[in-house]
């Protein structure tokens, strides 16, 4: 059975930094792309970062650019997002995904979320 399993998130006061993690499982790792989501209250689920299966592409919200990298261990079984300089908008749920596309534009399977919290 297909896992997607997060974990990382806390609280964290503003400009520090946090470590998300994704370890997937129950499958034949043949993902076309996997990404990174967030939701914050009241708000529609936004893309944070995708990254294809050949690693060919990789695309990061204008948000996130130059504070997040996405990254994975070599047998693409975990996936990470390290996040730097946060700020209060970056408060959301984080979400692993899944996708049947390489640039994450259709979601195969959706992780359980990692709740995310910036505030002093």
């Known amino acids: 059975q297909l896992q997607l399993v997060e974990s990382g998130g806390g609280l964290v006061q503003p400009g520090g930094s946090l470590r998300l993690s994704c370890a997937a499982s129950?499958?034949?790792?043949?993902?076309?792309?996997i990404g990174w989501f967030r939701q914050a209250p009241g708000k529609e689920r936004e893309e944070v970062s995708c990254?294809?299966?050949?690693?060919?592409?990789?695309n990061y919200a204008d948000s996130v650019k130059g504070r997040f990298t996405f990254s994975r261990d070599n047998a693409k079984t975990t996936v990470y997002l390290q996040m730097n300089s946060l700020k209060p908008e970056d408060t959301a749920v984080y979400y692993c995904?899944?996708?049947?596309?390489?640039?994450?534009?259709?979601?195969?399977?959706w992780g359980q979320g990692t709740q995310v919290t910036v505030s002093s």
């Open positions: 129950g499958f034949t790792l043949n993902y076309a792309g």
């Open positions: 990254i294809s299966s050949s690693g060919g592409y990789t």
């Open positions: 995904a899944l996708a049947y596309d390489s640039s994450c534009q259709i979601i195969r399977y």
